[in-house]
């Protein structure tokens, strides 16, 4: 059992999809443990001054088999799931029933990236600049993020025998440089300002327009709140629609 906001289990789901879903490819490591959670949603009341979920549409779930809240008077529990009723016998009876949150401080405007011409005047648009200043590429964004999946593996052999070891799955961050290096040093995106382009594009608009269904991001906030250089996910989001108001309106 997991206790979890509703954006955090709308991050399994796009996981999941990643994970479990990409192409036909099952990742059994993911599978074989995610199919033994179950989620108990805690009551949430908005978040604080980095969270967006109802803008991205992730501040309700049904996946849960409990609901909680906490409260100075102790914890409230919603059984749904029948299965976890007998822990509950002999409690005292409450009315008690989960309310998502419908309205956040922030508000995020996904920009509309439909058009073929925008999104390629939006990869050479000043918009992204500022982050070659800004952004010291540690990749703290990306490990902090409910829905990033990227990873690498490494190779762990013990001194003291060498023929036994481990291959691990180690987190990888598309933030750090060299994350797309490949043979003979060639980089795709070797400025903070392309791999930052990449990250926001990734989150609003390429998952989408792959699985179809959702944006990647969740607006849990947690990037922004681990950021060193105070750098916002929301605000990014935010000028980057606003540049892509601007190339519409010299486009047409
Ligand atoms: S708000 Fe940031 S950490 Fe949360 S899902 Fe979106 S990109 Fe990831
Ligand atoms: S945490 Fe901030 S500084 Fe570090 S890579 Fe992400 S955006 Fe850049």
Same mark, same amino acid.
């Given at each position: 059992?997991?206790?979890? *906001?509703?954006?955090?289990?709308?991050?399994?789901?796009? %996981?999941?999809? @990643?994970?479990?879903?990409?192409?036909?490819?099952?990742?059994?490591?993911?599978? *074989?443990?995610?199919?033994?959670?179950?989620?108990?949603?805690?009551?949430?009341?908005?978040?604080?001054?980095?969270?967006?979920?109802?803008?991205?549409?992730?501040?309700?779930?049904?996946?849960?088999?409990?609901?909680?809240?906490?409260? %100075?008077?102790?914890?409230?529990?919603?059984?749904?799931? !029948?299965?976890?009723?007998?822990?509950?016998? &002999?409690?005292?009876?409450?009315?008690?029933?989960?309310?998502?949150?419908? !309205?956040?401080?922030?508000?995020?405007?996904?920009?509309?990236?439909?058009?073929?011409?925008?999104?390629?005047?939006?990869?050479? $648009?000043?918009?992204?600049?500022?982050?070659?200043?800004?952004? @010291?590429?540690?990749?703290?964004?990306?490990?902090?993020?409910?829905?990033?999946?990227? =990873?690498?593996?490494?190779?762990? @052999?013990? &001194?003291?025998?060498?023929?036994?070891?481990?291959?691990?799955?180690?987190?990888?961050?598309?933030?750090?440089?060299?994350?797309?290096?490949?043979?003979?040093?060639?980089?795709?995106?070797?400025?903070?300002?392309?791999?930052?382009?990449?990250?926001?594009? $990734?989150?609003?608009?390429?998952?989408?327009?792959? =699985?179809?269904?959702?944006?990647?991001?969740?607006?849990?906030?947690?990037?922004? *709140?681990?950021?060193?250089?105070?750098?916002?996910?929301?605000?990014?989001?935010?000028?980057?629609?606003?540049?892509?108001?601007? @190339?519409?309106?010299?486009?047409?």
């Amino acid at each position: 059992m997991l206790l979890a *906001r509703p954006c955090d289990i709308n991050a399994q789901r796009v %996981q999941g999809r @990643i994970y479990a879903g990409n192409g036909g490819y099952d990742d059994l490591y993911y599978s *074989r443990i995610r199919e033994l959670v179950k989620f108990a949603v805690m009551d949430c009341n908005g978040g604080d001054d980095t969270c967006f979920c109802v803008s991205m549409g992730t501040n309700r779930t049904d996946d849960y088999a409990l609901a909680m809240k906490f409260s %100075q008077d102790g914890l409230q529990v919603q059984v749904v799931d !029948e299965e976890f009723s007998s822990y509950f016998e &002999g409690m005292p009876q409450a009315e008690y029933t989960h309310a998502f949150v419908e !309205e956040n401080e922030l508000k995020v405007t996904v920009p509309d990236l439909s058009d073929k011409n925008i999104r390629k005047a939006l990869k050479s $648009h000043p918009v992204w600049q500022e982050y070659n200043s800004r952004c @010291i590429s540690c990749g703290a964004c990306t490990i902090a993020c409910s829905t990033c999946t990227c =990873f690498t593996t490494r190779d762990v @052999i013990y &001194g003291d025998n060498p023929e036994v070891g481990e291959r691990r799955r180690v987190s990888a961050s598309c933030q750090i440089a060299g994350f797309d290096q490949m043979a003979g040093q060639k980089e795709f995106r070797s400025s903070a300002a392309e791999r930052m382009r990449y990250k926001v594009l $990734h989150k609003f608009y390429d998952y989408k327009a792959r =699985f179809g269904e959702e944006h990647m991001c969740v607006g849990c906030g947690r990037c922004t *709140r681990r950021c060193p250089e105070l750098i916002s996910i929301s605000a990014t989001v935010n000028k980057v629609s606003a540049a892509v108001d601007e @190339i519409r309106a010299a486009l047409d």
